[in-house]
């Protein structure tokens, strides 16, 4: 198993609809997870943080983390076409000291006018 | 700005010669990363540095790539004897010296190869 995998999409959604990523990941890369999104052209940009089971929301997002079933989530609601982006999961190694993000290859999103 | 600064934005060289990216982290942020993103794929994590100090080199190809962050001024990623596959994007991104704390990324460096 790849060590974070993401469905690439793209992954199209109607404005005002919720839009859901997924990603999985193996037993290295199980501390802290991050959901970065990256415009075409541009950095990657910092959209939630989560490190333990459950829900954490900020604003129109929503991360969640299931640490049994080995997967994290982002949901955004009242999806914009602002919010065309590709979203890049990403997660720390356990216990390795380093804090290196390993990151999926991103689902690309695009939101319908 | 209070961002991590980077430069160049974009950097052209011919095969051979020498690129040199500097990375500037935020303000209070002692822990900076390379990652490079290569057209259509992953970013990849390169290498984690302290002042000083190079923490985890394991994600730096064996030859030509080295990095360094000295005490005073920024972080160098330097890649001598260029190749074309050394195309790609670069970004350095930066975090507080507290644990796992989210990474905050700079605008890249766009290194083309000619």
């Known amino acids: 198993q790849k060590e974070v995998e993401q469905n690439s999409g793209p992954l199209s959604v109607p404005e005002g609809a919720i839009a859901s990523l997924n990603c999985t990941y193996s037993d290295r890369v199980s501390q802290s997870f991050f959901w970065y999104r990256q415009y075409s052209g541009k950095s990657p940009e910092l959209i939630m943080s989560i490190y333990s089971n459950g829900d954490k929301e900020d604003g129109r997002f929503t991360a969640q983390l299931n640490k049994a079933s080995q997967y994290v989530s982002l949901l955004i609601r009242d999806s914009q076409p602002s919010d065309s982006a590709t979203y890049l999961c990403?997660?720390?190694?356990?216990?390795?000291?380093?804090?290196?993000?390993?990151f999926g290859k991103g689902t690309k999103l695009s939101v319908i006018p | 700005n209070a961002g991590v600064m980077q430069n160049p934005r974009h950097l052209v060289r011919r095969r051979g010669q020498e690129a040199r990216l500097r990375c500037s982290p935020m303000k209070g942020h002692s822990h900076v990363y390379w990652y490079r993103q290569l057209p259509e794929e992953g970013l990849k994590f390169m290498v984690y540095l302290q002042k000083e100090n190079i923490i985890d080199e394991s994600g730096m190809p064996k030859e030509r790539f080295s990095a360094e962050f000295p005490k005073e001024g920024p972080s160098i990623l330097r890649i001598q004897q260029v190749v074309r596959g050394d195309s790609a994007a670069y970004f350095c991104?930066?975090?507080?010296?507290?644990?796992?704390?989210?990474?905050?990324f700079g605008d890249g460096t766009r290194l083309s190869i000619l």
């Open positions: 991104a930066s975090s507080p010296p507290l644990g796992t704390q989210p990474q905050h």
């Open positions: 990403a997660g720390t190694e356990s216990g390795a000291g380093s804090y290196q993000l390993t």
